[in-house]
């Protein structure tokens, strides 16, 4: 049985830090890049970060380099998005999905295999 499941969002001022937390079945570890995405509020979903498991290889949008870091704990079959420096334009649902790892550097939603449920983070001015 294939599960994601996002959570640790929260309500931060600008400036402020989150880490988010995505908890995966093992299957996904093994054989999936897992990539962090986000939707804002009248927008589409969005890549944001992506990591495999595998040799830890990551992945960033531009807007969020040096700003988030995704890591991942295989023995605990998790992996995080540590967000520094936030701000109001971070504001959305983030989701964590399961994709093959050549898709891994482009991100496409239409390419996501498996989604777990989002968590929303929230970042005021």
């Known amino acids: 049985d294939v599960q994601l499941q996002a959570f640790g969002g929260g309500l931060v001022q600008a400036g402020g830090s989150l880490r988010l937390s995505c908890s995966a079945s093992?299957?996904?570890?093994?054989?999936?890049?897992v990539g962090w995405f986000r939707q804002a509020p009248g927008k589409e979903r969005e890549g944001v970060a992506s990591i495999s498991p595998d040799d830890g290889s990551t992945y960033y949008r531009n807007s969020v380099k040096g700003r988030f870091t995704v890591s991942s704990d295989n023995a605990a079959n998790m992996v995080y998005l540590q967000m520094d420096s936030l701000k109001p334009e971070d504001t959305a649902i983030y989701y964590c999905?399961?994709?093959?790892?050549?898709?891994?550097?482009?991100?496409?939603?239409?390419?996501?295999?498996?989604w777990g449920k989002g968590t929303l983070v929230t970042v005021s001015s």
């Open positions: 093992r299957l996904i570890f093994d054989d999936y890049a």
């Open positions: 999905g399961a994709l093959q790892r050549r898709w891994r550097l482009t991100l496409p939603i239409n390419r996501v295999d498996y």
